[in-house]
Nanobody
């Protein structure tokens, strides 16, 4: 069914930037919710980073607002996360997640490491 594939993760220095991309199996405008979440070790929860909600509203996690920007493009079926001014505490596995028909779908995740 729904398939989500993340890319763009890597190693970056504090203060640097990365752009993550989620390739979706269908239009990124077709989901009830589509966005980015992260798992920060040693915690095992996937926490909101940024997401599009029903109707087009955007919600950001507290740590992301002002630094990260989410966007989507139905010509490429991608949902991107531009991350600026990265901090070591942003180190995490970043997941693309979607909700459709009251079901949740997740990508495999992409590792982001912020370190000097």
């Amino acid at each position: 069914q729904v398939q989500l594939v993340e890319s763009g993760g890597g190693l970056v220095q504090p203060g640097g930037s990365l752009r993550l991309s989620c390739l979706t199996s269908e239009s990124p405008f077709s989901f009830e919710v589509i966005g980015w979440y992260r798992r920060q070790a040693p915690r095992n929860s996937r926490d909101l980073v940024a997401a599009f909600l029903s109707g087009g509203a955007i919600t950001y996690g507290d740590s992301a607002e002002g630094r990260f920007t989410i966007s989507r493009d139905n010509t490429t079926n991608t949902v991107d996360l531009q991350m600026n001014n990265l901090r070591p505490e942003d180190t995490a596995v970043y997941f693309c997640g979607a909700r459709v028909a009251k079901r949740a779908y997740w990508g495999q995740g992409t590792q982001v490491t912020v370190s000097s």
